[in-house]
């Protein structure tokens, strides 16, 4: 198997050398990521600058773009094959129910499913990267139990508990959640005196009952949403075309 790497959180972080050093194993691996935590890019691609590839010491390649970008240039300029299955993750803090608009975790595996690719988000359900090489680990387990069994394409979100490797036993198919309202923006001064803002936290969860993803990660399940890219309004469409006829 040949698999593709990226993330949001850039290429030094904890999440994607475990991802990959457990990966290494089973699979021909290529790691290519942003050159800093670009956490919330979405699916934002940079076409107002030129991007650069560098590659580190242990042979990682970095990014000075999104996550959209990374997975893009490689698929079309270092690669000069289609991998099996492209890999994202693992992001510090989960990406469940609205997150997931945001969330450059998810937006790197939403690039290799546009290229055809069955693609995987893994992030953890909290943050600090605790247990994070149990999660790699249960991470590889889930693909090799999975891979043979994918659509082609198919494009999948997962959330791991942040728990010792032993209890991640637990598995559940997802629907997304919902969060109420985001919080408001944290207003303050830079040294100059200037308004500053901070975007706010997240809403609390509005939809956190049984079947959706916080649910399952909040009674100790790995949490897998199956996602697609269409956003049509689809119950909207008659009468929308009541309306202009």
Same mark, same amino acid.
């Given at each position: ?40 890019? @979405? ?6 600058? =030129? ?13 000075? +773009?999104?996550? @959209? ?83 082609? =394409? ?12 032993? %209890? ?12 109420? %309202? @985001?919080? =408001? ?25 049984? +079947? ?22 689809? @119950? ?10």
């Amino acid at each position: 198997m040949r698999i593709l790497i990226s993330n949001d959180d850039g290429y030094l972080a904890p999440g994607i050398n475990a991802l990959a050093e457990a990966l290494a194993p089973i699979a021909d691996i290529v790691v290519v990521a942003p050159d800093s935590n670009r956490s919330g890019a @979405s699916n934002s691609l940079s076409l107002d600058r =030129p991007l650069s590839v560098q590659r580190a010491a242990n042979g990682f390649y970095f990014v000075n +773009g999104t996550p @959209s970008d990374c997975v893009h240039i490689a698929l079309t300029a270092v690669l000069d094959y289609k991998p099996d299955l492209v890999v994202s993750g693992i992001n510090n803090g989960p990406n469940m129910g609205d997150d997931t608009l945001y969330s450059g975790t998810v937006a790197a595996a939403t690039e290799g499913f546009l290229f055809g690719i069955p693609s995987i988000a893994f992030s953890q359900g909290a943050y600090g990267w605790e247990h994070i090489a149990g999660a790699a680990r249960h991470a590889r387990d889930l693909i090799q139990r999975f891979y043979q069994e994918l659509p082609r =394409p198919c494009l999948w979100n997962v959330n791991i508990p942040n728990r010792p490797y032993e %209890q991640l036993n637990a598995v559940a198919a997802t629907r997304l959640g919902k969060r109420h %309202q @985001s919080e =408001p923006v944290i207003r303050a001064q830079d040294p100059r005196g200037r308004d500053i803002y901070w975007i706010g936290p997240p809403g609390a969860c509005k939809d956190a009952g049984e +079947g959706t993803d916080f649910h399952a990660v909040a009674n100790g399940k790995t949490s897998i949403t199956p996602l697609q890219i269409d956003l049509t309004h689809t @119950s909207q469409l008659s009468a929308l075309a009541k309306a202009l006829a």
